[in-house]
Nanobody, 117 residues
Framework: QVQLVESGGGLVQAGGSLRLSCAAT????????MGWYRQAPGKQRELVAT???????NYADSVKGRFTISRDSTGNTVALQMIRLKPEDTAVYYC???????????WGQGTQVTVSS
């Protein structure tokens, strides 16, 4: 069982920046993918960015050039640096990890990001 502890959400004005962080409570063994998803009110949860243990990253088109995902040297913490935030970025952001070979992964509890116009 892996628990993911998120931090860093909050309220920011449009154009501002926030940094989200997510730490796994135990070592994630083997090849895996960690990432961030978000869910706005009345909308489905959507992928924001992912980072594999091999170093590959992937971003939603809506955040390319504004968000950067990174992992620390242990591979057990993932961060999301968000700049030039827009009101449409407002959502609950969820951290996610899945080990390769497993069909399901683990989710964090979510952290609220609110961008005011």
């Amino acid at each position: 069982q892996v628990q993911l502890v998120e931090s860093g959400g909050g309220l920011v004005q449009a154009g501002g920046s926030l940094r989200l962080s997510c730490a796994a409570t135990r070592t994630i063994f083997g090849d895996n993918v960690m990432g961030w998803y978000r869910q706005a009110p009345g909308k489905q949860r959507e992928l924001v960015a992912t980072s594999t243990s091999q170093g590959s990253t992937n971003y939603a088109d809506s955040v390319k050039g504004r968000f950067t995902i990174s992992r620390d040297s242990t591979g057990n913490t993932v961060a999301l640096q968000m700049i030039r935030l827009k009101p449409e970025d407002t959502a609950v952001y969820y951290c996610y990890v899945r080990q390769y070979g497993y069909t399901t992964g683990y989710w964090g509890q979510g952290t609220q990001v609110t961008v005011s116009s």
